[in-house]
């Protein structure tokens, strides 16, 4: 009995294990059908993920750099805090002196310093050195080189804190320094400015020298001019910059030194691109004698604008600026079907009366002939055209945060007329036709706007910024004298710019 | 009687690479290599050719959606063919009569079964005869008699017990013995009547 029960195992296995049969043609179909679908989830999954990813990175990149930010101030509000307790460590004796070095040199530890500079580029390109001191100037430089840098990565330190945030403006003028100080402490690096004003000169080709402060001291400075006829010591001179206020001169010394230029743009040239909505405010005008039925003025239009500008920024200080140039701007109105009744316009020619927003038109067959006066039309279609040159002033309060800029801005603006007419498909009479380009009556050659801005500008280097924000204008006198209506139209839109700083 | 297929082979490894890319063309290619005989073993574990097409169709689209996981390491015929039992055991595991129990007779065989008697029979009618089986019983004989598994691991794929396990295939193989003598002697009634 068990041996037959085994020889059924195997006997069905040996007449079933390598029997085979094709299955139907439906069951690949079918297979066919759930590998698309499958392929198209799969796809579908993949991208789910990449869209997360993209985001999760975006919000990343934003707290990172909300952090890096926020570290940004902390530290240097620590530096300066550092400055001010270093203060107090001064006096004549030459240990305390390094004691003041190896603070700051502390206060470094955690920081990337740049390399040391170059002070033979220094000394080699002071031109305003006399010839009797170039001696001095070398022999001065190379032995308190170490003090001198020392100090100076002190101040690169705190440059990229306090001067990257501010951009001062003002006339360029050359500064000095000297290894020794008058009636101070010998080891002492003072900062010297050629200022503006013509008084007496110290020693030298140099004339109106102020002392602005020293490197021990940032904090106070003097107020009043200095002039010593008596100066001994050598002014080196370290290169020009533009600031007006003596706390951030000795910061723009050390980034000049470190990279020969200071970023002080006070000049930027702005080109911004923005398409915009029009919407018209339009007032009744009782003193026009022409131009026919009021109501007609305010039909529906459905209205379009676009407006490119180029505009020069000159910057007052870190906070304002102010703005002007030209702006060009086109706009048109696609007026709903109306009826037009032949009139004698202004010379006495009949032509078919047309109104719209911005004024009154009179339309004339070119194909058939002179209609009479009480005519009409069916004006299918019509569409005016506006185009604006203007010339705004405004204001710029500049908000800086990192690589990013907020600029509001308001001002005002003078648009002058370029173009004003209007293409209008006709039926009449004589035949269907398009008569294009006549002019439109009543327009004003020029108009006051209001303008106002909200500019969010990226830094992608020291010269090229972009940014948008949303932007308006607002007409404050009407486009049109001599109408029935008088039409002050309101842009708004979204603004691109693209700024480039000199 | 079974069409086989005649179709020359394929160098196997690039239809899979092929395969792993999604191009349609070397699936449908693969597909026909394997179907014939993965068909047959569809049959085996279900009582009708439907259910069997429905495994089939199952156990192929999962084999094109995880053949990534096809590392090369031992046979792609085996692999696929884990695939289908795993797709008729997931169908039967959601039914419940899997435990029934029912006791079969103990009757002895009239006549022993041997490869005479079982070459009088039809392949056709064997697969018939193991598709009448109960749910439980033919999961299990075939699990044990085609796939060589052993009861402790029937027991846990099942998640039944080993007894239970025995006893089904012991049932089995009695209803089997029963199928093919009353099989034999309808044939040999109707070859007593020719």
Same mark, same amino acid.
């Given at each position: 009995?068990?041996?037959?029960?085994?020889?059924?195992?195997?006997?069905f296995k %040996?007449a079933l294990e390598?029997e085979?049969e094709?299955?139907?043609?439906?069951?690949?179909?079918?297979?066919?059908?759930?590998?698309?679908?499958?392929?198209?989830?799969?796809?579908?999954?993949?991208? @789910?993920?990449?869209?997360?990813?993209?985001?999760?990175?975006?919000?990343?990149?934003?707290?990172?750099?909300?952090?890096?930010?926020?570290?940004?101030?902390?530290?240097?509000?620590?530096?300066?805090? %550092?400055?001010?307790?270093?203060?107090?460590?001064?006096?004549?004796?030459?240990?305390?002196?390094? +004691?003041?070095?190896?603070?700051?040199? #502390?206060?470094?530890?955690?920081? /990337?310093?740049?390399?040391?500079?170059?002070?033979?580029?220094?000394?080699?390109?002071?031109?305003?050195?006399?010839?009797?001191?170039?001696?001095?100037? !070398?022999?001065? =430089?190379?032995?308190?080189?170490?003090?001198?840098?020392?100090?100076?990565?002190?101040?690169?330190?705190?440059? @990229?804190?306090? *001067?990257?945030?501010?951009?001062?403006?003002?006339?360029?003028?050359? =500064?000095?320094?000297?290894?020794?100080?008058?009636?101070?402490?010998?080891?002492? +690096?003072?900062?010297?400015?050629?200022?503006?004003?013509?008084?007496?000169?110290?020693?030298?080709?140099?004339?109106?020298?102020?002392?602005?402060?020293?490197?021990?001291?940032?904090?106070?400075?003097?107020?009043?001019?200095?002039?010593?006829? /008596?100066? #001994?010591?050598?002014?080196?001179?370290?290169?020009?910059?533009?600031?007006?206020?003596?706390?951030?001169? $000795?910061?723009?010394?050390?980034?000049?030194?470190?990279?020969?230029?200071?970023?002080?743009?006070?000049? !930027?040239?702005?080109?911004?691109?923005?398409?915009?909505?029009?919407?018209?405010?339009?007032?009744?005008?009782?003193?026009?004698?022409?131009?026919?039925?009021?109501? @007609?003025?305010?039909?529906?239009?459905?209205?379009?604008?676009?407006?490119?500008?180029?505009?020069?920024?000159?910057?007052?200080?870190?906070?304002?600026?102010?703005?002007?140039?030209?702006?060009?701007?086109?706009?048109?109105?696609?007026? &709903?079907?109306?009826?037009?009744?032949? /009139?004698? @316009?202004?010379?006495?020619?009949?032509?078919?009366?047309?109104?719209?927003?911005?004024?009154?038109?009179?339309?004339?067959?070119?194909?058939?002939?002179?209609?009479?006066?009480?005519?009409?039309?069916?004006?299918?279609?019509?569409?005016?055209?506006?185009?604006?040159?203007?010339?705004?002033?405004?204001?710029?309060?500049?908000? %800086?945060?990192?690589?990013?800029?907020?600029?509001?801005?308001?001002?005002?603006?003078?648009?002058?007329?370029?173009?004003?007419? $209007?293409?209008?498909?006709?039926?009449?009479?004589?035949?269907?036709?398009?008569?294009?380009?006549? !002019?439109?009556?009543?327009?004003?050659?020029?108009?006051?706007?209001?303008?106002?801005?909200?500019?969010?500008?990226?830094?992608?280097?020291?010269? *090229?910024?972009?940014?948008?924000?949303?932007?308006?204008?607002?007409?404050?006198?009407?486009?049109?004298?001599?109408?029935? =209506?008088?039409?002050?139209?309101?842009?708004?839109? *979204?603004?691109?710019?693209?700024?480039?700083?000199? | 009687?079974?069409?086989?297929?005649?179709?020359?082979?394929?160098?196997?490894?690039?239809?899979?690479?092929?395969?792993?890319?999604?191009?349609?063309?070397?699936? &449908?290619?693969?597909?026909?290599?394997?179907?014939?005989k993965m068909f047959l073993i569809c049959q085996r574990y279900c009582r009708?050719?439907?259910e069997a097409?429905?495994i089939?169709?199952?156990?192929?689209?999962?084999?094109?959606?995880?053949?990534?996981?096809?590392?090369?390491?031992?046979?792609?015929?085996?692999?696929?063919?884990?695939?289908m039992v795993?797709?008729a055991?997931?169908?039967?595991?959601?039914?419940?009569?899997?435990?029934?129990?029912?006791?079969?007779?103990?009757?002895?065989?009239?006549?022993?079964?041997?490869?005479?008697?079982?070459?009088?029979?039809? +392949?056709?009618?064997l697969l018939n005869m193991v598709q009448?089986l109960?749910?439980?019983?033919r999961i =299990?004989f075939n699990l044990?008699v085609f796939e060589?598994?052993?009861?402790?691991?029937?027991?846990?794929?099942?998640?039944? +017990?080993?007894?239970? !396990?025995?006893?089904?295939?012991?049932?089995?193989?009695?209803?089997?013995?029963?199928?093919?003598?009353?099989?034999?002697?309808?044939?040999?009634?109707?070859?007593?009547?020719?």
């Amino acid at each position: 009995m068990k041996g037959d029960v085994h020889k059924i195992d195997e006997l069905f296995k %040996n007449a079933l294990e390598k029997e085979q049969e094709n299955p139907p043609s439906g069951v690949w179909n079918f297979i066919d059908k759930e590998l698309d679908k499958h392929k198209v989830i799969s796809i579908q999954r993949k991208y @789910d993920i990449l869209k997360k990813v993209a985001a999760a990175l975006v919000i990343f990149c934003f707290m990172a750099s909300v952090y890096a930010l926020y570290l940004h101030n902390k530290n240097s509000n620590e530096d300066f805090a %550092n400055l001010k307790n270093n203060k107090k460590l001064i006096n004549k004796d030459d240990k305390s002196h390094e +004691t003041v070095q190896s603070n700051v040199k #502390n206060s470094l530890n955690k920081k /990337q310093l740049p390399d040391p500079i170059n002070t033979a580029t220094i000394t080699s390109s002071n031109k305003s050195i006399s010839p009797s001191n170039k001696k001095e100037v !070398s022999t001065n =430089v190379t032995v308190n080189q170490k003090e001198y840098e020392t100090t100076n990565e002190y101040f690169q330190s705190m440059t @990229d804190k306090t *001067l990257n945030r501010k951009i001062y403006r003002g006339k360029k003028f050359n =500064v000095y320094k000297s290894e020794g100080n008058l009636g101070g402490d010998d080891k002492n +690096t003072t900062i010297w400015k050629e200022g503006s004003d013509k008084k007496k000169s110290v020693k030298g080709n140099r004339t109106n020298i102020e002392k602005i402060g020293n490197t021990n001291d940032m904090i106070s400075y003097h107020s009043k001019p200095f002039f010593d006829a /008596q100066l #001994n010591y050598p002014l080196i001179k370290i290169g020009n910059y533009t600031s007006n206020k003596r706390k951030s001169i $000795v910061n723009e010394i050390a980034v000049q030194t470190r990279h020969g230029i200071i970023k002080n743009a006070h000049l !930027s040239l702005s080109v911004s691109i923005s398409p915009e909505s029009e919407s018209n405010h339009i007032k009744d005008n009782y003193h026009a004698m022409l131009g026919g039925n009021r109501d @007609d003025y305010k039909s529906k239009e459905e209205t379009s604008s676009f407006s490119i500008g180029l505009q020069f920024n000159y910057s007052l200080n870190s906070k304002w600026s102010i703005k002007s140039g030209l702006i060009y701007s086109t706009s048109s109105a696609t007026l &709903s079907p109306k009826k037009l009744f032949a /009139q004698p @316009d202004n010379a006495g020619h009949i032509g078919y009366e047309l109104h719209c927003s911005a004024g009154y038109s009179y339309v004339s067959s070119k194909t058939g002939g002179t209609p009479s006066v009480g005519d009409s039309a069916l004006a299918i279609s019509s569409r005016n055209s506006l185009k604006y040159v203007s010339i705004p002033i405004a204001i710029d309060y500049i908000i %800086n945060a990192g690589k990013f800029t907020i600029r509001p801005s308001i001002g005002i603006a003078a648009n002058f007329l370029l173009k004003g007419n $209007v293409t209008t498909n006709l039926i009449s009479n004589y035949g269907n036709e398009t008569i294009a380009n006549t !002019s439109i009556e009543g327009l004003k050659s020029s108009y006051l706007s209001s303008i106002i801005g909200l500019s969010a500008e990226y830094s992608l280097n020291k010269a *090229l910024s972009i940014g948008i924000g949303p932007a308006g204008r607002f007409a404050i006198s009407s486009i049109n004298n001599n109408t029935p =209506v008088k039409t002050y139209p309101s842009y708004v839109g *979204l603004s691109g710019t693209m700024r480039v700083s000199f | 009687m079974f069409e086989t297929q005649t179709e020359p082979p394929i160098e196997l490894h690039q239809l899979i690479q092929n395969c792993l890319k999604g191009d349609r063309q070397s699936q &449908s290619k693969l597909y026909s290599l394997f179907a014939p005989k993965m068909f047959l073993i569809c049959q085996r574990y279900c009582r009708n050719r439907e259910e069997a097409e429905e495994i089939l169709q199952e156990g192929f689209v999962k084999v094109f959606s995880y053949i990534h996981q096809f590392k090369f390491a031992g046979s792609f015929e085996g692999w696929v063919r884990k695939i289908m039992v795993n797709c008729a055991l997931q169908k039967f595991r959601s039914k419940p009569q899997l435990h029934i129990v029912t006791h079969a007779a103990t009757e002895a065989l009239e006549h022993p079964v041997n490869e005479e008697i079982i070459s009088r029979l039809g +392949t056709k009618e064997l697969l018939n005869m193991v598709q009448q089986l109960p749910p439980g019983y033919r999961i =299990v004989f075939n699990l044990y008699v085609f796939e060589g598994m052993k009861h402790r691991e029937i027991a846990k794929a099942l998640g039944i +017990t080993e007894g239970t !396990s025995k006893s089904n295939l012991s049932d089995a193989r009695i209803i089997l013995q029963k199928a093919i003598a009353t099989s034999l002697i309808i044939n040999q009634e109707k070859i007593n009547c020719l």
